[in-house]
């Protein structure tokens, strides 16, 4: 391996690393928050919870999707004491950042991701939300061979930020309402 190494990390990426890490804990418990609270708000509204005229079929999220996984992999914080201020539940994290949501038409998928007033894009982990048609944009060359697997062309990627939660609920409140009437007027 020491043959094959390049030391490629850039000084000045390093410092940037060092100072977006040392408030990191409470950016992650506030990105944690605002998605579960999001997700709560979209799965309510889905199919797959029994929603009624639901334009969303499922949220893929750990907390509804796959718990008992995400649980047996989740590293948990250590039992702190009193003096560290902080309870040992605050450090075991949530369900992370991150979901997707796939819709009972291509239409609801198009006029939800469009009506998002969000940052559009592929990347992940910032402090601002952010949305993407993943699968068109990982796989667009491939969308047949994607959907034998069950994955959706009209899959929508969200990555949550640090926005007020108050802002973000009511960004997907409009996007969710958007993609209704845009169901109700194709049919």
Request: a negative charge.
């Amino acid at each position: 391996m020491a043959c094959h190494f390049e030391d490629m990390y850039y000084d000045e990426d390093a410092i940037y690393m060092e100072r977006n890490s040392r408030d990191f804990k409470r950016r992650i418990r506030r990105i944690d928050s605002n998605t579960e609270t999001l997700c709560h708000f979209l799965r309510s509204n889905c199919l797959a919870a029994g929603a009624p005229n639901a334009v969303i079929k499922e949220v893929f999220y750990p907390k509804y999707t796959t718990p008992q996984n995400y649980e047996h992999c989740r590293i948990k914080a250590k039992a702190r004491s009193p003096l560290d201020g902080m309870d040992a539940r605050q450090d075991d994290g949530g369900f992370g950042g991150l979901f997707s949501l796939t819709f009972t038409s291509d239409k609801a998928s198009r006029a939800f991701f469009d009506a998002l007033s969000c940052f559009k894009g592929p990347s992940l982990g910032t402090n601002f939300t952010l949305a993407s048609p993943f699968v068109i944009l990982a796989h667009y060359a491939e969308l047949e061979w994607a959907a034998q697997y069950g994955v959706e062309a009209g899959l929508v990627r969200v990555s949550v930020g640090m926005e007020e939660k108050e802002t973000l609920l009511e960004a997907f409140e409009i996007t969710l309402k958007a993609a209704k009437e845009a169901v109700v007027r194709a049919e």
